[in-house]
């Protein structure tokens, strides 16, 4: 019943916009061009940058994120994520109760070896002033990280802390957008997360009067946590 509803809405949006353009609907000819392209995705030119070897996109990656006012630790395995954590907060004289995102891996994490810490698995709340997060996938080219909403991985995370941790495993970074939208569409089988979004550094702007303001409509601190392994 719901996916009729959907479909009669389309429709009906669709049907308005046409008569707008005071045409009807597409030739046959047109419109099988229209669907392939929707799924061949064509490329347009990446940069050069991007194409190189894996490790140097990881190199690339974290040299990007540090040049857009991020921080960055790399740790050998998963294991060593929750170490990681608890030295960043304490470095940064931060509070140890955090949002974590119940997402598998990071709930998998020892973290009751580190007993000073004290996350809170689901959404963030306005109260929260750190979350941790776990990317699906981040760009070398741009030092962009890749958070798609999902109930693993939910989007207040990404916007309410002032403190934004974000768990990424060092074979999620790829050299371009392209690649990274087409691990997406291959994990969610090409229907898109009603939200995906794309992180590069904290949250900043310079709308008034041209200074640079941190903490503009997210997160003022972005710290990335490679797992090497």
């Known amino acids: 019943m719901a996916g009729d509803i959907a479909t009669e809405g389309r429709a009906t949006i669709l049907g308005a916009i046409r008569r707008g353009l005071k045409r009807g609907p597409l030739p046959e000819d047109q419109a099988h061009m229209l669907r392939e392209r929707l799924v061949e995705h064509p490329r347009h030119l990446i940069p050069a940058r991007s194409r190189i070897p894996h490790p140097a996109q990881v190199t690339l990656f974290l040299a990007n994120v540090e040049k857009e006012f991020g921080t960055s630790a790399l740790v050998p395995d998963a294991a060593a994520v929750p170490a990681a954590v608890a030295d960043y907060l304490a470095a940064q004289n931060l509070p140890t109760a955090f949002a974590m995102a119940p997402h598998p891996e990071l709930e998998a994490m020892p973290w009751a070896e580190r007993p000073m810490l004290r996350p809170r698995v689901g959404r963030a709340e306005a109260t929260d002033l ?6 699906f996938a981040a760009v070398a080219e741009t030092g962009t990280l890749m958070l798609p909403s999902a109930p693993e991985r939910p989007t207040t995370l990404n916007l309410l802390p002032d403190t934004a941790i974000v768990v990424l495993r060092a074979d999620a970074v790829v050299g371009a957008y392209e690649e990274a939208w087409d691990r997406l569409r291959a994990a969610t089988g090409g229907s898109m997360p009603r939200n995906v979004m794309l992180v590069t550094g904290p949250s900043r702007s310079a ?23």
């Open 130 to 135: 750190v979350s941790v997060q776990q990317a």
């Open 207 to 229: 709308d008034i009067e041209q200074t640079l303001e941190l903490g503009a409509h997210g997160p003022r601190r972005l710290h990335v946590v490679l797992v090497e392994t």
